[in-house]
């Protein structure tokens, strides 16, 4: 469900801007929040900077992986987000 709110270009970054991030990446945080891309790397930057939440996602990606991996499931099956 996206979230319909008023973004003014100086509000703090939401709540769940970070975990969003670690869960949906860059096109998932532009499609839940509608904010602009200039305001994105704001957040972003309040949020430990691009570099650390592109690290954290990358993390929770190959966890998803290797346990998907351990469930038996070749890298072809699984559809990744």
């Given at each position: 469900?996206?979230?319909?709110?008023?973004?003014?270009?100086?509000?703090?970054?939401?709540?769940?801007?970070?975990?969003?991030?670690?869960?949906?990446?860059?096109?998932?945080?532009?499609?839940?929040?509608?904010?602009?891309?200039?305001?994105?790397?704001?957040?972003?930057?309040?949020?430990?900077?691009?570099?650390?939440?592109?690290?954290?996602?990358?993390?929770?990606r190959d966890?998803?992986?290797?346990?998907?991996?351990?469930?038996?499931?070749?890298?072809?099956?699984?559809?990744?987000?």
């Amino acid at each position: 469900m996206r979230i319909k709110i008023y973004i003014g270009p100086m509000d703090p970054a939401p709540e769940g801007f970070r975990r969003r991030f670690i869960l949906d990446g860059w096109r998932g945080v532009e499609h839940w929040y509608g904010a602009r891309t200039a305001v994105n790397r704001r957040w972003a930057e309040e949020c430990g900077g691009l570099a650390v939440l592109q690290a954290e996602r990358r993390a929770y990606r190959d966890a998803q992986r290797a346990s998907v991996a351990g469930q038996g499931h070749s890298a072809r099956q699984v559809r990744h987000a």
